[in-house]
């Protein structure tokens, strides 16, 4: 008796942190979870980032500057993503998670703050600002490993994996030039590679109620409010009366971009590819991790509509404006296409060969474009984009009510 009492004091011990208790995250209210007010207030912090890598990408938009965006994008993608699903697999006591969200909120401003000091040679803020984020996490995961028996040996790879990436951040301080952005690179690669393996490897998996699907959405919201500020940017520079053509076409193709990704949309990928075997995971991976492309894509697409609205001056587009808008469209297509078919089942091979025939059409566009009048390009790619929503809309409408989604939330991956 006295030694199940004494082993019970021990996991009680093991599971609370100066009092706190941590817990699998369930659906408590009906209809499953749903993004909180305090998850929401997080990512506007986000609206702040997004914001400077685009600016980062407007200032300095050939290849260089595109690589230099995607570098600095992939950072706040992974510290968005990180202490998102951290929320999502666990609960903390109302007053610790109110904590610990506004301390995420101060290093993440830090970090979106710090996003155009790196351009200018000076990465202090926004590596401070990242590895204060990673030590957060990479403490929460090791309390989660002593907290559940069932997570244990899942939350110590990952502590263990983003204990050796933050390493590597605050080691980048001491390194200059170009090397330092190498260690940054590396640094994420070994924590995306950790993730994947401490989940494919792990014996035990536990199995919360996800509500990753709804942030991806709000996390897609977000970067769409680019495309709105470049259009009303570009219109405010250029003066509405000569650049209606371009506020018109950019607002339609921020539509159809809404339109392709949340009409289409999987319900449960990680609650059943937790509950599944490993092919499941893997593709709950391949569904996350798309997303990358699917955000940064929309930014650059956004960026080539602000730059429009320069071209318009001359009636024709700059070659990087032409491949940032039509480059960053037909990478949205492709992303999309693997993100929606690493759900429930494979898109309809006729939407797969119209999303092809897409892309192909909008890399011609973005090898043509240039030659031809900026209306006329304009008119072109919409016509395009436009023809393959009404396509899809229709195609989706015409099948089975089984497999028609429905306008809830989707699932995602873990990070």
Do not use: C
């Amino acid at each position: 008796m006295w030694l199940n009492e004494k082993m019970e004091k021990n996991r009680e011990r093991q599971a609370g942190f100066a009092g706190l208790r941590l817990t699998l995250a369930d659906a408590e209210e009906a209809g499953g979870r749903r993004a909180t007010w305090l998850e929401l207030f997080f990512d506007l912090v986000f609206v702040v980032a997004i914001g400077n890598l685009a600016k980062v990408l407007l200032g300095k938009h050939d290849v260089s500057g595109v690589l230099v965006f995607l570098g600095l994008f992939v950072p706040v993608w992974w510290a968005w993503i990180g202490i998102s699903y951290f929320v999502d697999k666990y609960q903390l006591p109302e007053v610790a998670l109110r904590l610990l969200m506004l301390t995420q909120i101060a290093f993440s401003l830090g970090l979106a703050v710090g996003l155009l000091s790196v351009v200018k040679g000076h990465p202090e803020l926004f590596v401070a600002s990242y590895v204060g984020l990673r030590l957060t996490l990479t403490a929460l995961h090791v309390w989660a490993s002593r907290a559940h028996e069932e997570g244990r040996e899942l939350n110590a790879k990952y502590a263990a994996g983003f204990a050796i990436g933050t390493a590597l951040w605050a080691a980048s301080l001491a390194v200059d030039g170009s090397a330092r952005y190498w260690i940054w690179g590396v640094a994420i690669v070994l924590e995306i590679v950790a993730t994947v393996l401490a989940y494919t490897t792990s014996r035990r998996i536990p199995a919360q109620v996800s509500h990753m699907d709804e942030r991806f959405g709000l996390f897609t919201i977000i970067v769409l409010g680019e495309s709105v500020i470049a259009v009303a940017s570009g219109a405010k520079a250029s003066g509405i009366e000569s650049a209606w053509p371009v506020a018109a076409v950019g607002l339609m193709l921020a539509g159809a971009v809404w339109w392709l990704y949340f009409d289409r949309m999987d319900h449960s990928v990680i609650d059943r590819a937790l509950r599944s075997g490993r092919r499941a995971l893997l593709r709950s991976f391949v569904y996350g991790y798309s997303h990358l492309a699917v955000f940064a894509s929309i930014v650059a697409t956004s960026m080539g509509v602000e730059l429009a609205f320069e071209d318009a001056k001359t009636g024709s587009m700059e070659p990087d404006t032409n491949w940032l808008l039509y480059g960053g469209l037909a990478v949205y297509l492709a992303a999309l296409t693997v993100v929606q078919s690493s759900g429930r089942g494979n898109l309809p091979s006729r939407v797969l060969l119209a999303r092809a025939a897409a892309v192909v059409a909008l890399v011609a566009l973005g090898f043509v474009g240039s030659s031809l009048s900026l209306s006329l390009a304009l008119l072109l790619g919409l016509l395009v984009v436009g023809a393959l929503v009404t396509f899809e809309h229709l195609t989706f409408k015409s099948l089975p009510s089984g497999h028609v989604p429905h306008e809830s939330p989707v699932s995602s991956a873990q990070p």
